[in-house]
Every structure is written in C-alpha cells, then in structure tokens.
C-alpha cells in the first residue's frame, strides 16, 4: 500500500521567515495531494491541495509543488505569521483512500 | 463549523466493552470516512462509504466496524475495546465518490479507554 513520510517532525521558525514542510509517497498511482493544518484540539482543516496533473499552486502565502517523477510535494509558507502555529498533515491518495504523513508541527516564534 | 457532525464528543469505557460513534455528514454529501488519530501519530484512514455501500478500507482492525444508514450517517463500531485504542475518532465527508475532492472533517470523538 502507500506509504507517505513527512519531515520534519517539528519547525521554528521566526515570525515573517518562510516554512517548508516536505513529504514523500511511494505509490506512483496516487494522484490527489491535499495539505491539512490542524490547531490544538481541532479538526484538521485542508489548507491547499493539488492534483498530479499540476506541478504548483499557489495561494496567497501558501505553496505546493509537486514532483511526481520523485514522488515528493512539498508545502511552502511564506511570511509565516504566529496565527501559522499548528500541525500540519500531507496526504497521498489512490481512488477513495487516503494516506497521511505523521505531521510536522511548526511554531512561528514572534 | 464544517457541516459534520460526532458524537458524543467524548467516551470513555473500560477494556473488553463496545462502543457506537456516529457521524453525520454536510448536507448533500454522499461520502464519510472515517479516520483514527492517536496521541503520538497521524491520521489513520479507517474505511470510507459511499451512499450506503463500503468503497475503501484501511487500516481498520477486526474488532472495528461500520456502515453508512439510508439518511447517510455513519456510525463506527469498535469491540472488544484495547487500552491501545484510545484516540481521537473523526469522520469527513465529500460530495462525490472519488479521490479528487475535498473532505470536511467533523470535530471527533474522543475515546479513552481505561
């Protein structure tokens, strides 16, 4: 089955410095790669996502970019602000499942 | 608010015992998954229905069940509780059978067993 690592575990970063959070996937099937950020005891919420026929998007502060020769994606924040402060889920899908990484809590330091 | 709705929020039961949780999905969605997060781990996809028919299945254990009803809730079983499967049970839902779309997550549940 798939298998999606994520690194790193955990990010500082200072207030207005970018953050990237980096992910790898083994099954070269999978084809639809969302980002979820989820706060202390909430629901995780997809913050940007993309699908394997593009190789980036963007929105606002927030970037993906997709290698699908690599097979690796990567999230992208720039101006990193202390609202950003979360942990922060990739994900590889294959029809109806899908696989998350172990997730990278990042911290925005004022 | 993501429309998806859990309950209860919280549950907590001894070894051995059952418990039912139940999800209710957005307005118009015919898709729930159902996930599993633990203290120290990511989210584990357990199995996925699509209107009223099991589409995908994960990581879910023997012990652990579900169905998805006519009016489209879902309700996860899990038997013979472990101490191991204490965590923090979500569902999401999509509007369509399929990878490319966007899952809303509700808020959990959390299950402690002791």
């Known amino acids: ?21 980096k992910c790898t996937y083994s099954d070269s099937a999978s084809n639809y790669f969302p980002w979820y950020k989820q706060e202390l005891g909430k629901r995780p919420q997809l913050i ?27 999230l992208h924040i720039t101006e990193t602000q202390p609202e950003d402060s979360a942990v ?19 911290t925005v330091i004022p | 608010d993501s429309g998806v709705t859990q309950t209860p929020k919280h549950l907590i039961t001894a070894t ?8 209710s999905p957005r307005s118009g969605d015919l898709s729930v998954y159902w996930y599993q997060q633990s203290l120290d781990q990511g989210l584990q996809f357990l199995i996925q229905y699509y209107n009223g ?20 809730h879902s309700e996860l079983n899990l038997s013979s509780l472990e101490l191991g499967d204490s965590a923090l049970y979500f569902c999401a839902s999509s509007e369509i059978n399929g990878a490319n779309n966007e899952q809303f997550f509700g808020p959990g549940t959390r299950l402690t067993v002791l």
């Open chain 1, 1 to 21: 089955g798939e298998n999606v690592e994520q690194h790193p575990s955990t990010l500082s970063v200072q207030e207005g410095d970018s953050a990237v959070i």
């Open chain 1, 48 to 74: 940007i996502d993309i699908r394997s026929n593009v190789g980036e998007k963007k929105d606002q502060r927030i970037a993906v970019t997709l290698n699908k020769t690599a097979k690796h994606f990567s």
């Open chain 1, 88 to 106: 922060y889920f990739c994900a590889a899908s294959i029809v109806n499942q899908f696989y998350f990484g172990t997730g990278t809590s990042l």
């Open chain 2, 16 to 23: 051995g015992q059952r418990v039912t949780l139940r999800c």
């Open chain 2, 53 to 72: 028919e099991e589409r995908a299945k994960g990581n879910i254990l023997e012990r652990f069940s579900a169905q998805q009803f006519p009016d489209l």
